[in-house]
């Protein structure tokens, strides 16, 4: 089995749901459930060692994407900005429960990558602690560094949402990603603070813009975690060529997005969905950027996945497809972790 370690899941979120429900999230993450697509068992199952884990806070309404038209084209607008307070609540919600994860041995919140190959190695799921849009943080960056010290240790300034940081990018079929403006001015010192503190900056959800934003103030390998190819998959949130080879420059990498409506050619919201689809991704990636550059980035718990996939037990489904497609063992270590671990060496200063 190749262990993998996944650019992006929204398992938090998952478990802040069943938590306002009632039920235990540490037990459910820990036993066993059902729902969604990871806990620790299922994890354990299909090689899924550790991960990205989003704090994300959900809109008032439950987002979902506008109906497609005749043609298939649709383009869902961005969903109304968050107020502060209730977003910084959420955030603080769902950090407890990653602590709890961590007190309990559910998981084990890491901050270094010598501590993600530790957990690896024990068999325990290395989290970890990402935010996918930053509306519970504040323009003096004061909430920025007490989350660095809860254990914060990589961010997206927005998700698809703007905030005082930034644009982000609608969900459209068919669309280029530059869609609007890019940073702001709290933006741009948000990511001079992250190269600072050491905090990687994800360029999923922003504009093209932003990511050009991003490009010209950051210091670190240039990263989108779960995000796909524009030429084969022409939705606002792939990349493009240019995107991909600015980041090839910056010894970066892609994460591959399991979301069916970023890898079907005709964005369709239809989880029969082949792994020969996910593997064409995954080639057109390699051959743009090489094979350093490319790594996955699930989005379990947070997209429809293909059925073929079904939840984290059926992850080294795809690791077999893409050995199948004559990938060796050193470019699976570096796709399953390794492109992942040096990035993070790299954004963490280490
Ligand atoms: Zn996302």
New binding site residues.
């Given amino acids: 089995m190749n262990l993998v370690f996944d650019g ?1 899941n929204d398992v938090l979120l998952r478990l802040w749901r069943s938590r306002n429900e009632g039920r235990n999230p540490v037990a459910e993450f820990r036993n066993g459930t059902s729902a969604g697509h990871i806990d620790a068992p299922r994890a354990k199952r299909g090689g899924l060692a550790g991960g990205l884990c ?1 704090i994300y806070i959900p809109s008032p309404h439950d987002f979902t994407l506008r109906e497609p038209d005749a043609n298939g084209h649709y383009a869902t607008p961005l969903d109304p900005p968050l107020e502060r307070a209730s977003s910084l609540d959420i955030a603080l919600e769902m950090a407890a429960i990653a602590h709890r994860l961590d007190q309990d041995g559910s998981w084990r919140l890491c901050h270094t990558t010598t501590e993600i190959r530790e957990a690896m190695t024990d068999g325990v799921f290395a989290a970890v602690l990402h935010m ?1 849009g930053c509306e519970a943080i504040d323009a003096d960056l004061d909430t920025l560094e007490v989350f660095h010290a809860a254990g914060l240790r990589s961010l997206g300034p927005v ?1 698809s949402r703007n905030n005082i940081f930034g644009h982000g990018v609608p969900f459209a079929y068919p669309s280029s990603p530059d869609t609007g403006p890019g940073l702001t001015r709290a933006g741009e010192e948000l990511v001079r603070a992250c190269n600072r503190l050491g905090i990687l900056i994800d360029l ?2 922003l504009t093209e813009k932003g990511f050009w934003d991003v490009e010209r103030l950051s210091d670190q390998p240039l990263i989108a975690s ?1 995000s796909n190819v524009h030429a084969l998959t022409p939705v606002a949130r792939n990349l493009t060529d240019r995107q991909m080879d600015a980041i090839k420059a910056s010894h970066g990498l892609v994460g591959l997005n399991y979301a069916v409506t970023m890898l079907r050619p005709d964005g369709r919201d239809d989880a029969e969905t082949s792994l020969a689809t996910m593997v064409s991704h995954v080639d057109y990636l390699v051959d743009r950027m090489g094979i350093d550059c490319v790594a996955l980035g699930s ?1 379990f718990d ?1 997209a429809t996945i293909p059925n073929v996939i079904g939840d984290a037990a059926g992850n080294q489904r795809l690791v077999t497809a893409l050995k199948d497609r004559g990938y060796g063992p050193s470019d699976l270590d570096k796709i399953c972790r390794e492109n992942w671990l040096r990035v993070l060496a790299s954004a963490w200063h280490e």
């Fill in positions: 992006h989003a996918e998700w999923a959800h779960h989005d947070g």
